[in-house]
């Protein structure tokens, strides 16, 4: 099996101003695409080269010889998932439902805003911050580490914002707080998150 790039939900222009179409040409066309066409020689004659995406990062994470595949298949699936994360003309509130299940776990919406960014500026170096769902259903903000994800500590992911330099240098430089004000504003796809949440 080999992997594919998968299509962008929207054209390389659609989230001007905030992303410009530069960014996203490097971002998801050499990028992406990078992380795509080396996971896809490093399983070339792998026992793993016809399993699906998510089968080779469970069975590749924490195994110190098929790290280059874990960084790559995770990589894969983290830029797919953040597409989908953002719309053109998203952000702000989400449905008074899922506003309800964010007041519940943090307090306020403005709360869990400032949750999230916290744990976007606060990570060190590339990586990524995250809303999940744990193990016992929780709601949870997480934040991780180059390539590692949600599905590797068990637990869904529902919401990503990538904070590798390459996400946002070309229209923020070093400003990485206004890039994540930015995502929360009016970048996210609610829609997107709230059909994550397990049924
Ligand atoms: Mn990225």
């Given at each position: 099996m080999t992997h594919q790039l998968p299509t962008l939900p929207y054209e390389m222009n659609a989230l001007e101003p905030y992303i410009t179409a530069n960014t996203l040409s490097f971002h998801y066309g050499k990028h992406h695409q990078a992380y795509v066409t080396n996971l896809n020689n490093l399983?070339?004659?792998?026992?793993?080269?016809?399993?699906?995406?998510?089968?080779?990062?469970v069975k590749s994470v924490g195994k110190a010889d098929m790290m280059g595949i874990f960084n790559n298949a995770a990589q894969v699936w983290n830029h797919t998932f953040y597409w989908h994360c953002m719309k053109p003309n998203g952000g702000g509130k989400p449905s008074n439902a899922f506003k309800k299940k964010l007041e519940e776990t943090f307090g306020s919406y403005e709360k869990f805003c400032e949750e999230f960014k916290q744990a976007a500026v606060t990570q060190f170096g590339s990586g990524w911050a995250w809303l999940v769902v744990d193990q016992s259903g929780q709601l949870?903000?997480?934040?991780?580490?180059?390539?590692?994800?949600?599905?590797?500590?068990?637990?869904?992911?529902?919401?990503?914002?990538?904070?590798?330099?390459?996400?946002?240098?070309?229209?923020?430089?070093?400003?990485?707080?206004?890039?994540?004000?930015?995502?929360?504003?009016?970048?996210?796809?609610?829609?997107?998150?709230?059909?994550?949440?397990?049924?």
């Amino acid at each position: 099996m080999t992997h594919q790039l998968p299509t962008l939900p929207y054209e390389m222009n659609a989230l001007e101003p905030y992303i410009t179409a530069n960014t996203l040409s490097f971002h998801y066309g050499k990028h992406h695409q990078a992380y795509v066409t080396n996971l896809n020689n490093l399983l070339k004659d792998h026992p793993l080269a016809n399993a699906s995406l998510e089968e080779v990062i469970v069975k590749s994470v924490g195994k110190a010889d098929m790290m280059g595949i874990f960084n790559n298949a995770a990589q894969v699936w983290n830029h797919t998932f953040y597409w989908h994360c953002m719309k053109p003309n998203g952000g702000g509130k989400p449905s008074n439902a899922f506003k309800k299940k964010l007041e519940e776990t943090f307090g306020s919406y403005e709360k869990f805003c400032e949750e999230f960014k916290q744990a976007a500026v606060t990570q060190f170096g590339s990586g990524w911050a995250w809303l999940v769902v744990d193990q016992s259903g929780q709601l949870k903000i997480l934040k991780t580490s180059n390539a590692d994800l949600p599905m590797a500590h068990d637990c869904v992911a529902l919401l990503t914002c990538d904070v590798w330099e390459h996400a946002y240098y070309l229209d923020y430089q070093n400003r990485r707080p206004d890039y994540i004000d930015t995502f929360l504003k009016h970048l996210i796809n609610w829609d997107f998150v709230e059909a994550q949440l397990p049924k």
